[in-house]
Protein backbone atom coordinates (compact mmCIF):
# COMPACT_ATOMS: atom_id res chain seq x y z
CA UNK A 1 0.00 0.00 0.00
CA UNK A 2 1.66 2.92 -1.12
CA UNK A 3 1.48 5.78 2.16
CA UNK A 4 -0.42 8.89 1.19
CA UNK A 5 1.83 11.91 1.36
CA UNK A 6 2.29 14.58 3.51
CA UNK A 7 2.30 17.70 1.06
CA UNK A 8 1.51 17.17 -2.70
CA UNK A 9 0.54 19.31 -5.51
CA UNK A 10 -0.41 18.99 -8.38
CA UNK A 11 0.23 20.80 -11.97
CA UNK A 12 0.09 24.01 -9.78
CA UNK A 13 0.12 27.47 -11.68
CA UNK A 14 -0.10 30.74 -9.05
CA UNK A 15 0.77 34.68 -10.09
CA UNK A 16 -1.04 37.77 -8.47
CA UNK A 17 -4.38 38.92 -9.58
CA UNK A 18 -4.34 40.67 -13.28
CA UNK A 19 -0.56 39.57 -13.49
CA UNK A 20 1.15 36.60 -14.76
CA UNK A 21 2.15 33.09 -13.68
CA UNK A 22 5.09 32.95 -11.32
CA UNK A 23 4.98 29.72 -10.49
CA UNK A 24 4.48 27.51 -13.54
CA UNK A 25 3.61 23.40 -13.78
CA UNK A 26 4.43 22.73 -10.57
CA UNK A 27 4.40 19.50 -9.03
CA UNK A 28 5.62 18.14 -6.25
CA UNK A 29 4.91 15.40 -4.08
CA UNK A 30 6.68 14.87 -0.56
CA UNK A 31 6.47 11.82 1.99
CA UNK A 32 6.04 12.11 5.42
CA UNK A 33 9.49 12.52 7.08
CA UNK A 34 11.58 13.63 4.01
CA UNK A 35 13.63 16.62 4.34
CA UNK A 36 12.92 18.93 1.42
CA UNK A 37 15.15 22.26 0.73
CA UNK A 38 14.07 24.55 -1.91
CA UNK A 39 16.96 26.39 -4.08
CA UNK A 40 17.23 28.98 -6.17
CA UNK A 41 18.04 32.62 -7.36
CA UNK A 42 15.95 35.58 -5.70
CA UNK A 43 12.60 36.03 -7.81
CA UNK A 44 12.76 31.72 -8.96
CA UNK A 45 9.18 31.45 -6.66
CA UNK A 46 10.85 29.85 -3.68
CA UNK A 47 8.56 32.22 -1.37
CA UNK A 48 5.90 31.55 -3.40
CA UNK A 49 5.79 28.13 -3.07
CA UNK A 50 6.28 27.64 0.25
CA UNK A 51 2.85 30.04 0.84
CA UNK A 52 1.27 27.71 -1.34
CA UNK A 53 1.90 24.67 0.97
CA UNK A 54 0.75 26.75 4.35
CA UNK A 55 -2.41 27.87 2.28
CA UNK A 56 -1.84 31.56 2.76
CA UNK A 57 -2.28 31.56 -1.15
CA UNK A 58 -4.78 29.39 -3.73
CA UNK A 59 -3.23 27.92 -6.94
CA UNK A 60 -4.65 29.26 -10.40
CA UNK A 61 -4.65 26.16 -11.81
CA UNK A 62 -3.76 22.60 -9.98
CA UNK A 63 -4.30 20.96 -6.41
CA UNK A 64 -2.24 21.42 -3.38
CA UNK A 65 -2.98 18.38 -0.49
CA UNK A 66 -2.49 18.29 2.58
CA UNK A 67 -2.34 14.20 4.32
CA UNK A 68 -4.57 13.77 1.23
CA UNK A 69 -6.79 16.50 1.39
CA UNK A 70 -7.33 19.84 -0.83
CA UNK A 71 -5.59 22.13 1.66
CA UNK A 72 -8.76 24.63 -0.02
CA UNK A 73 -11.39 22.51 1.66
CA UNK A 74 -9.88 22.58 4.96
CA UNK A 75 -10.61 25.21 7.50
CA UNK A 76 -7.49 27.35 8.84
CA UNK A 77 -7.51 25.57 11.72
CA UNK A 78 -6.79 22.49 10.65
CA UNK A 79 -4.51 23.53 8.48
CA UNK A 80 -2.29 25.06 11.36
CA UNK A 81 -2.56 22.25 13.80
CA UNK A 82 -1.13 19.85 10.37
CA UNK A 83 1.27 22.30 9.69
CA UNK A 84 3.78 25.12 11.12
CA UNK A 85 5.94 28.09 9.70
CA UNK A 86 8.70 30.18 10.12
CA UNK A 87 8.99 33.38 9.05
CA UNK A 88 10.84 35.86 7.59
CA UNK A 89 9.36 38.26 9.20
CA UNK A 90 8.94 38.31 12.79
CA UNK A 91 6.91 40.33 15.06
CA UNK A 92 6.11 43.52 15.90
CA UNK A 93 4.78 43.44 19.21
CA UNK A 94 8.47 43.38 20.73
CA UNK A 95 6.48 44.00 24.13
CA UNK A 96 5.50 40.48 23.98
CA UNK A 97 7.81 37.91 25.61
CA UNK A 98 9.30 34.63 23.99
CA UNK A 99 7.36 32.35 26.09
CA UNK A 100 3.87 34.60 25.57
CA UNK A 101 5.09 34.18 21.43
CA UNK A 102 5.93 30.60 22.03
CA UNK A 103 2.31 29.92 23.58
CA UNK A 104 1.00 31.39 20.31
CA UNK A 105 1.72 27.97 19.03
CA UNK A 106 -1.30 26.05 21.21
CA UNK A 107 -4.36 28.36 20.03
CA UNK A 108 -5.17 25.91 17.18
CA UNK A 109 -5.39 22.89 19.50
CA UNK A 110 -7.68 25.10 21.84
CA UNK A 111 -11.53 24.02 21.84
CA UNK A 112 -14.41 26.36 22.34
CA UNK A 113 -14.48 30.08 22.42
CA UNK A 114 -12.44 31.85 25.10
CA UNK A 115 -10.71 28.18 26.02
CA UNK A 116 -7.70 28.90 28.17
CA UNK A 117 -3.87 27.64 28.51
CA UNK A 118 -4.29 23.95 30.24
CA UNK A 119 -1.37 22.20 32.24
CA UNK A 120 0.01 20.54 28.87
CA UNK A 121 0.06 23.35 27.34
CA UNK A 122 2.33 25.23 29.64
CA UNK A 123 4.50 21.74 29.32
CA UNK A 124 5.18 22.23 25.68
CA UNK A 125 6.03 25.54 25.31
CA UNK A 126 8.59 24.98 28.06
CA UNK A 127 10.05 21.97 26.60
CA UNK A 128 10.25 24.17 23.19
CA UNK A 129 12.05 27.03 24.97
CA UNK A 130 14.56 24.67 26.38
CA UNK A 131 14.82 22.96 23.01
CA UNK A 132 16.06 25.72 21.46
CA UNK A 133 17.85 27.17 24.26
CA UNK A 134 15.81 29.81 25.50
CA UNK A 135 14.92 29.18 29.19
CA UNK A 136 17.13 31.57 30.04
CA UNK A 137 15.37 34.80 27.71
CA UNK A 138 11.97 33.44 27.81
CA UNK A 139 10.36 36.11 29.98
CA UNK A 140 12.55 39.36 27.92
CA UNK A 141 10.72 41.57 25.85
CA UNK A 142 10.83 40.44 22.49
CA UNK A 143 12.33 43.04 21.45
CA UNK A 144 16.09 43.00 23.45
CA UNK A 145 16.83 39.59 21.82
CA UNK A 146 19.23 39.74 18.88
CA UNK A 147 17.92 38.70 15.51
CA UNK A 148 18.94 35.09 16.12
CA UNK A 149 17.59 35.08 19.20
CA UNK A 150 14.00 36.31 17.66
CA UNK A 151 14.53 33.36 14.81
CA UNK A 152 14.74 30.69 17.69
CA UNK A 153 11.73 31.83 19.07
CA UNK A 154 9.43 31.49 16.04
CA UNK A 155 11.02 27.92 15.74
CA UNK A 156 9.82 26.94 19.02
CA UNK A 157 6.47 28.19 18.53
CA UNK A 158 6.23 26.24 15.41
CA UNK A 159 7.58 23.43 17.58
CA UNK A 160 4.41 24.36 20.20
CA UNK A 161 1.97 23.99 17.48
CA UNK A 162 3.32 19.93 17.42
CA UNK A 163 3.15 19.62 13.81
CA UNK A 164 3.25 17.28 11.34
CA UNK A 165 4.84 19.68 8.51
CA UNK A 166 7.29 22.51 9.24
CA UNK A 167 7.64 25.08 6.31
CA UNK A 168 10.44 27.37 6.93
CA UNK A 169 11.66 30.30 4.73
CA UNK A 170 15.50 30.68 5.03
CA UNK A 171 15.55 29.37 8.71
CA UNK A 172 19.23 30.14 9.09
CA UNK A 173 19.38 34.11 8.24
CA UNK A 174 20.09 35.75 11.47
CA UNK A 175 21.79 33.25 12.97
CA UNK A 176 25.61 32.35 13.75
CA UNK A 177 27.35 29.43 12.31
CA UNK A 178 26.54 26.98 15.16
CA UNK A 179 23.04 27.73 15.43
CA UNK A 180 22.24 27.10 12.09
CA UNK A 181 24.19 23.56 12.59
CA UNK A 182 22.15 23.36 15.56
CA UNK A 183 18.60 24.43 14.36
CA UNK A 184 19.09 22.10 11.22
CA UNK A 185 20.61 18.91 13.06
CA UNK A 186 17.51 19.45 15.32
CA UNK A 187 14.88 19.31 12.34
CA UNK A 188 16.29 16.38 10.74
CA UNK A 189 16.00 14.79 14.57
CA UNK A 190 12.07 15.83 14.87
CA UNK A 191 10.88 13.33 12.78
CA UNK A 192 8.59 15.90 10.95
CA UNK A 193 8.03 16.63 7.14
CA UNK A 194 10.33 19.60 7.14
CA UNK A 195 10.24 21.83 3.79
CA UNK A 196 12.59 25.40 3.91
CA UNK A 197 14.38 27.53 1.21
CA UNK A 198 18.02 28.07 1.83
CA UNK A 199 20.21 30.20 0.21
CA UNK A 200 23.04 28.39 1.59
CA UNK A 201 23.79 25.83 -0.58
CA UNK A 202 26.38 23.48 1.68
CA UNK A 203 23.83 23.83 4.26
CA UNK A 204 21.18 22.17 1.55
CA UNK A 205 23.62 19.30 0.53
CA UNK A 206 24.02 19.03 4.22
CA UNK A 207 20.85 19.33 5.41
CA UNK A 208 18.34 17.85 3.06
CA UNK A 209 17.78 14.60 1.73
CA UNK A 210 16.32 16.23 -1.35
CA UNK A 211 16.06 19.30 -3.19
CA UNK A 212 14.47 21.44 -5.29
CA UNK A 213 15.72 23.76 -7.43
CA UNK A 214 13.45 26.55 -8.93
CA UNK A 215 14.50 28.73 -11.90
CA UNK A 216 11.71 31.22 -13.34
CA UNK A 217 8.97 29.66 -11.75
CA UNK A 218 9.45 26.32 -12.69
CA UNK A 219 11.44 23.14 -11.04
CA UNK A 220 14.60 23.12 -12.98
CA UNK A 221 15.45 19.41 -10.98
CA UNK A 222 14.58 17.82 -8.49
CA UNK A 223 16.61 14.65 -6.74
CA UNK A 224 18.80 14.04 -3.99
CA UNK A 225 21.65 16.65 -3.10
CA UNK A 226 24.27 15.67 -5.16
CA UNK A 227 22.25 15.33 -8.14
CA UNK A 228 20.49 18.60 -7.83
CA UNK A 229 23.61 20.61 -6.93
CA UNK A 230 25.34 19.97 -10.11
CA UNK A 231 27.49 22.80 -11.80
CA UNK A 232 25.36 22.68 -15.12
CA UNK A 233 21.88 23.42 -12.90
CA UNK A 234 23.72 25.70 -10.57
CA UNK A 235 24.87 27.52 -13.67
CA UNK A 236 21.49 27.33 -15.13
CA UNK A 237 19.49 28.41 -11.99
CA UNK A 238 22.09 31.57 -11.33
CA UNK A 239 22.91 32.53 -14.46
CA UNK A 240 27.06 31.70 -13.26
CA UNK A 241 29.87 29.71 -13.87
CA UNK A 242 29.62 27.17 -11.19
CA UNK A 243 32.68 24.44 -9.52
CA UNK A 244 31.49 21.67 -7.01
CA UNK A 245 34.27 19.71 -5.48
CA UNK A 246 32.94 16.70 -3.70
CA UNK A 247 36.62 15.39 -2.30
CA UNK A 248 35.66 15.89 1.03
CA UNK A 249 33.47 15.23 3.91
CA UNK A 250 30.86 17.88 2.33
CA UNK A 251 30.95 19.54 -1.00
CA UNK A 252 32.41 22.90 -1.89
CA UNK A 253 30.82 25.20 -4.21
CA UNK A 254 32.65 28.26 -6.12
CA UNK A 255 30.94 30.32 -8.42
CA UNK A 256 32.36 32.80 -10.85
CA UNK A 257 30.68 35.72 -12.88
CA UNK A 258 29.88 34.83 -16.94
CA UNK A 259 32.54 36.35 -19.01
Known amino acids: MIATPDVELTSVHWGPRG ?48 AGRDIWQMRPPEVARIVATVLQEQPTDFALTPRQIASLGRLPHRQGWGAGPGARDGEIVAQALARMDLIAMA ?23 EPRVIVLDEPTNHLDIRHQLELLALLRG ?13 LAAQFADRVIVLH ?40 HLNP
Open 139 to 161: DRPFGTLSGGERQRVMVARALVQ
Open 19 to 66: GYDILRDISISVPTGQVLAICGANGAGKSSLLRLIYRFQAPRQGKVML
Open 216 to 255: DGRILCDGPPAEALTEAYLATAFDIRAEVDRSGPAPRFAF
Open 190 to 202: LGLTVIATLHDLT
